[in-house]
T-cell receptor, first 115, second 114 residues
Framework: SQKIEQNSEALNIQEGKTATLTCNYT??????LQWYRQDPGRGPVFLLL?????KEKRKERLKVTFDTTLKQSLFHITASQPADSATYLC??????????????FGSGTRLQVQP | NAGVMQNPRHLVRRRGQEARLRCSPM?????VYWYRQLPEEGLKFMVY????????ESGMPKERFSAEFPKEGPSILRIQQVVRGDSAAYFC????????????FGSGTRLTVV
């Protein structure tokens, strides 16, 4: 069966350090993978997209890697700040029975950056 | 340039009543998706719509749930005869295409069934 796994345990790090979050998936062949940030009581906010033929993508302090052989994506936040504290969701596109594609989400990993 | 607008933000219904959740997609977006999120769980896909068409409803419960996206007006997610298990946050997202540019989510409707 298809699965997306994110570490359900919260990640606690000190301000200024690099946070690394992991997303593993099985039985999918996504064309792309996306990362979202969700704050309590709010909807997810799109951060980055990486395509299957890309190894790495960067945006300011964010970096995403995508290894289709390992079926894994790593999400890095460098020079982390307390304002980065949130839940981060990994999402994959998948093909529905209709042939259309939609996103399926992991359960998310909560990041807590201590000042 | 308003984003995805959902209303109401909070909705309380008694068991057996109907719940209607509304979603106005971002301007220029023709693809609408509804997701449900239970506490401490991930987003679960429910239905994918374009104007006047249900593209995929494979995530929708077979009974009591329906969705529409009329030619004019917002997309509506309708839950008939609500039960306590329907209590959740319901998020709507929109995209200009099939999601390759990322989804824009609304702030959600928190449904509580008492």
């Amino acid at each position: 069966s298809q699965k997306i796994e994110q570490n359900s345990e919260a990640l606690n790090i000190q301000e200024g350090k690099t946070a690394t979050l992991t997303c593993n998936y099985t039985n999918y062949s996504p064309a792309y993978l996306q990362w979202y940030r969700q704050d309590p009581g709010r909807g997810p906010v799109f951060l980055l997209l990486i395509r299957e033929n890309e190894k790495e993508k960067r945006k300011e302090r964010l970096k995403v890697t995508f290894d289709t052989t390992l079926k894994q994506s790593l999400f890095h936040i460098t020079a982390s700040q307390p304002a980065d504290s949130a839940t981060y969701l990994c999402a994959l596109d998948y093909s529905m029975d209709t042939g259309r594609r939609a996103l399926t989400f992991g359960s998310g990993t909560r990041l807590q950056v201590q000042p | 340039n308003a984003g995805v607008m959902q209303n109401p933000r909070h909705l309380v219904r008694r068991r057996g009543q109907e719940a209607r959740l509304r979603c106005s997609p971002m301007k220029g977006h023709s693809h609408v998706y509804w997701y449900r999120q239970l506490p401490e769980e991930g987003l679960k896909f429910m239905v994918y719509l374009q104007k006047e068409n249900i593209i995929d409803e494979s995530g929708m419960p077979k009974e009591r749930f329906s969705a529409e996206f009329p030619k004019e007006g917002p997309s509506i997610l309708r839950i008939q005869q609500v039960v306590r298990g329907d209590s959740a946050a319901y998020f709507c997202a929109s995209s200009p295409g099939q999601g390759a540019d990322g989804y824009t989510f609304g702030s959600g409707t928190r449904l509580t069934v008492v």
